[in-house]
């Protein structure tokens, strides 16, 4: 009996995937349980393991796209369990492109539509239910027609009549000798939607200023012997700014907020989005009520999620839900930069390298370790002194971690 193998549901929202490839050949002999191949989304990778034993028939190539549902390979458990002396050797694919992207979110793609008319991003579906709107008078101008939020919002307002401007025509990109066309990943294009998302729908402002990393460099020196004894992890610079973070959060609730509409939704809790390089490239896994996490559970759980994001086990759930970004370019040798928004967040930290600079000390000139912090910020929603506040508190907390941040082994 041949049993089919389909691309299976990853998400609510999420309707098509990607082959990423196969670890298997075509015509190999798989039991039950082998990892039969990698899929991926616009937010995650996801592991198809074989629910059958027998001999794997591949219906589709690495790089294609295909519904949630789609029949992709087979497996018969009446063939015998070696691999087809004609069948092709390991299936080739295009490599993934690196990805570099400040952050990655993990934001709903379009989930269908209503009734037999356009499709509805999944928050513009609700405004239309719950205003009694129909949704084919709605234009839609988001991929491929979908209706967003924002043109729900924009629906029935007066037009403001802008002045004519030439028609641009769009370049097109002739390939010469040389030039290597390779198809973005699902990934890449949602990091490229995202972005120009986040530039579109908010008053991106950043503030820098710079801390002086000393005592903290100063505490890790002292402790990092006992602190892997007694804990089993690294300690590590993550959880410091964490910490400082969260105080700043509570202290400007609206570093920690989200513009929904004509509405402020305020967060009463912490989930904060930690940025981790993998090979496929930058994600942020959150961490969750990291207000109730102590310096150890922290590192502990910022060590889990980096872990699952080098091997390709991030989840979706691990993705999604964050109200705060922090992003550290300082790994990568980063001394200056302006993260950009993390849609529907209203803030990120952008953490860069430490460096020594010559300081003025008690009147003395001194080298210290010094790190540039900037903090883009929402400026619908968050005033200049609210993110000047906010970044200030950050750098006193650091700069005494143990009198503000309450540091314990």
Partial sequence: MKHPVVTPSVGESITEVSILKWAKQNGQAVKSGDLLCEIESDKATVEIVAEFSGALSILR??????????????????????????????????????????????AAVAGGAMAAGPAVMPAARKMISEQG????????TGKGGR????????????????????????????????????????????????????????????????????????????????????????????SFFTKACISGLKLIPEVNATIDGRD???????????????ERGLVVPVVRGADQLSFAQMEQKITELGIKGRDGKLSIADLTGGTFTISNGGVYG????????????????????????????????????????????DHRLIDGKGAVTFLVHVKECLEDPVGKLGFSM
Avoid: C, W
């Fill in 264 to 278: 402020i939704i305020y967060h009463d809790y912490y989930d904060v989005g930690i940025a981790v390089g993998t």
């Fill in 61 to 106: 190539q690495p790089g294609e796209r295909l519904p949630i549902g789609e029949r992709i390979a087979e497996i018969d458990d009446a063939a015998t369990g070696a691999v087809s002396a004609t069948a092709p050797t390991a299936t080739k694919q295009a490599p993934a492109p690196t990805v570099s992207a400040p952050m990655l979110a993990g």
């Fill in 147 to 238: 209706i967003t939020k924002g043109d729900v919002l924009d629906h029935g307002r007066a037009p403001v009549q802008a002045p004519a401007r030439p028609a641009v025509p769009t370049p097109t990109v002739t390939d010469r000798p040389g030039d290597r066309r390779v198809p973005m990943s699902m990934l890449r294009q949602r990091i490229a939607e995202r972005l120009v998302q986040a530039q579109h729908n908010a008053a991106i402002l950043t503030t820098f200023n710079e801390v002086d990393m000393g005592a903290v460099m100063a505490l890790r020196a002292q402790h990092k012997d006992a602190f892997k004894a007694k804990h089993g992890v690294n300690l590590g610079f993550m």
């Fill in 334 to 377: 980063s001394l200056l930069s302006t993260p950009i928004l993390n849609p529907p967040q209203s803030g990120i930290l952008g953490m860069h390298k430490i460096q020594d600079r010559p300081m003025v000390v008690n009147g003395k000139i001194e080298a210290r370790p010094m790190m540039y912090l900037a903090l883009s910020y």
């Fill in 133 to 140: 709107l129909d949704a084919s008078q709605i234009s839609g």
